[in-house]
């Protein structure tokens, strides 16, 4: 994807299961520029528009280690942007319902780490640290795993991991892979 060709109003495809750009390692971002940043901006409008509350670039195309957040707590917006983040820490273990703008209509239970801490560089090239537990952790553990071309249908068992794919498989033939 060529980035000057994104106009921030945008609202980009999101990319589906079975495209190979969700299976790469995304690269590292090398610049912070008015590009970047317009890219960013249109990542959350696709973001919105899905709705979700995390988008990574490889869902959008875009092969670099880039993410943004909104959890939206109490209708509230609290955007994030996380550039080049990196998994400092990770506590706990828990078992919680996941969802993927990249695999729609899909929910499965998998594993994640209960509270996490990840640095990052944010939209103006500062360092940041963002940690928490719940929902924000998981939501963290999920961009990061785009970035390194892992799905959630990845952390399954084999057996939960054939019924999965069973199930896309249907919603494809149905017509109701979007």
Same mark, same amino acid.
């Given at each position: 994807?060529?980035?000057?060709?994104?106009?921030?109003?945008?609202?980009?495809?999101?990319?589906?299961?079975?495209?190979?750009?969700?299976?790469?390692?995304?690269?590292?971002?090398?610049?912070?520029?008015?590009?970047?940043?317009?890219?960013?901006?249109?990542?959350?409008?696709?973001?919105? &528009? =899905?709705?979700?509350?995390?988008? !990574?670039?490889?869902?959008? +195309?875009? /092969?670099?280690?880039?993410?943004?957040?909104? #959890?939206?707590?109490?209708?509230?917006?609290?955007?994030?942007?996380?550039?080049?983040?990196?998994?400092?820490?990770?506590?706990?273990?828990?078992?919680?319902?996941?969802?993927?703008?990249?695999?729609?209509?899909?929910?499965?239970?998998?594993?994640? &780490? =209960?509270?996490?801490?990840?640095? !990052?560089?944010?939209?103006? +090239?500062? /360092?940041?640290?963002?940690?928490?537990?719940? #929902?924000?952790?998981?939501?963290?553990?999920?961009?990061?795993?785009?970035?390194?071309?892992?799905?959630?249908?990845?952390?399954?068992?084999?057996?939960?991991?054939?019924?999965?794919?069973?199930?896309?498989?249907?919603?494809?033939?149905?017509?109701?892979?979007?």
């Amino acid at each position: 994807m060529n980035k000057a060709t994104v106009r921030e109003t945008d609202v980009l495809a999101v990319r589906k299961y079975g495209d190979p750009v969700l299976r790469r390692k995304a690269q590292p971002v090398k610049s912070i520029d008015d590009e970047l940043r317009k890219l960013i901006r249109t990542m959350f409008h696709t973001m919105y &528009a =899905e709705p979700g509350i995390g988008l !990574a670039a490889p869902q959008v +195309g875009v /092969p670099m280690r880039l993410a943004v957040v909104d #959890l939206m707590p109490e209708g509230k917006s609290s955007p994030m942007v996380l550039i080049n983040p990196k998994m400092e820490e990770k506590r706990g273990r828990v078992l919680s319902e996941e969802g993927c703008l990249s695999l729609p209509g899909l929910s499965v239970n998998i594993p994640r &780490a =209960e509270w996490v801490r990840v640095s !990052a560089l944010n939209e103006s +090239g500062f /360092p940041i640290t963002v940690s928490g537990d719940g #929902l924000l952790a998981r939501c963290l553990q999920h961009e990061l795993d785009h970035l390194d071309g892992v799905l959630i249908i990845d952390h399954l068992p084999v057996h939960e991991r054939l019924g999965a794919f069973w199930e896309i498989r249907k919603k494809k033939k149905a017509g109701l892979w979007k």
